[in-house]
């Protein structure tokens, strides 16, 4: 049986070094594996055994994964690692420490006292693609010319070309529900990402990092945003580990 | 997701479970699973996944050169022509395949799905 060390993440210890291996001590990872941490100057990975077999992501072991993060997440500044990261030996794990130092601090007090938050906004699409050629049916339908009889190509291409508008009114659509986001969280002084039409109903899919101690006002701009787009469902989660907002290349 | 992470959220717990559910089980579906067993499918599934990727780019790209005006009529009914040739010939390849619309997704990232 081929055993490896996963590991879950990397998290900063400058403030308080001593009390994750007790917080370790009180935790388990994927099947039940003990925790320990490797420690390097002012950073440490927190690993646990796991068998090389048991490596395919399935929903449960990435729940059990991400409860783990977000345990360290609760008292230590933390960056998550992708599931499935693992290292054949402690030994190895320290060099890896040693050779990515910089970057890991770097991207550590970028996250320090910051937290992740999810917004998705969902909408009934069929309506709101019914909307929005209702009130652009002139954009929409290219012009008839009576004098020209339509051949089937010509059919299908002004088929094809309403079908290529109404995506790009949907887009156009996007784009103004995230420009009104990014204002309303200027205040706030998050760092954002957005991803348009992920699905034909989830039209915005998007992330941000904010200070832990906005959280209030963060739930009041989405609240304005709702109540002025009635049509749209947001659905605001977190707080969570920074998962989307961590940028390093590991050597 | 649990519950306990939802700060807002207008509609209902199980309506976002659904949807999102739906998300994940689409990522699911997106992946090549290829095995000795179904290299044959597997390998074909993949060649017209790429070839439909390539067929909606040229597509997309079309539609834009028609939408500026920038094609004569009879160039805009020859592409109509090739346009609606090529969508054929993939819906006859993906009957010979076994093959669906869904089979054939794949998320794009920031593009969003393929279809």
């Known amino acids: ?251 | 997701m649990s519950e306990n992470k939802i700060l807002f959220n207008t509609g209902s717990f199980d309506g976002i479970s659904e949807e999102i559910g739906k998300l994940a089980s689409k990522a699911e579906d997106s992946r090549l699973k290829l095995t000795p067993e179904n290299a044959d499918s597997g390998l074909a599934k993949l060649v017209l996944t790429l070839v439909e990727l390539i067929r909606k780019l040229v597509e997309k790209q079309a539609m834009r050169r028609v939408d500026g005006g920038s094609l004569s009529e009879e160039e805009i009914e020859r592409l109509g022509e090739t346009l609606m040739k090529l969508e054929m010939k993939m819906e006859e390849l993906k009957k010979h395949f076994n093959l669906t619309d869904r089979d054939l997704n794949i998320n794009l990232g920031p593009l969003g799905d393929l279809m």
Not at chain 1, 71 to 85: E, I, K, N, T, W
Not at chain 1, 119 to 124: P, Y
């Open chain 1, 1 to 251: 049986m081929e055993m490896q060390k996963m590991i879950y993440a990397v998290v900063s210890v400058k403030h308080n070094q001593d009390g994750l291996t007790s917080l370790l001590a009180g935790m388990k990872g994927l099947g039940g594996a003990d925790l320990f941490a490797v420690f390097h100057d002012e950073i440490a990975a927190v690993t646990g055994e796991i068998e090389r077999c048991d490596f395919t992501a399935d929903k449960s072991l990435a729940i059990e994964y991400a409860g783990v993060i977000d345990a360290l997440f609760q008292r230590y500044p933390v960056l998550p690692m992708r599931f499935g990261s693992t290292l054949e030996s402690s030994g190895a794990i320290l060099e890896m420490l040693v050779r990515n130092r910089d970057e890991f601090l770097q991207n550590l007090d970028r996250v320090e006292n910051k937290q992740e938050f999810g917004l998705k906004i969902f909408c009934d699409s069929e309506k709101l693609a019914a909307e929005l050629r209702m009130k652009s049916e002139a954009v929409l339908s290219p012009p008839a010319d009576p004098g020209i009889t339509i051949s089937a190509y010509r059919e299908y291409i002004n088929k094809k070309l309403k079908e290529h508008r109404l995506e790009e009114l949907l887009v156009d659509y996007a784009d103004t529900v995230i420009a009104e986001i990014t204002v309303s969280l200027a205040l706030l002084c998050a760092e954002s990402r957005f991803k348009k039409m992920a699905s034909a109903k989830n039209i915005i899919d998007a992330v941000f990092l904010l200070d832990k101690d906005v959280e209030i006002q963060l739930v009041r701009s989405v609240q304005d945003l709702q109540n002025k787009h009635q049509g749209l469902n947001f659905i605001l989660t977190g707080p969570w580990p920074p998962y989307n907002f961590v940028e390093i290349k590991i050597q």
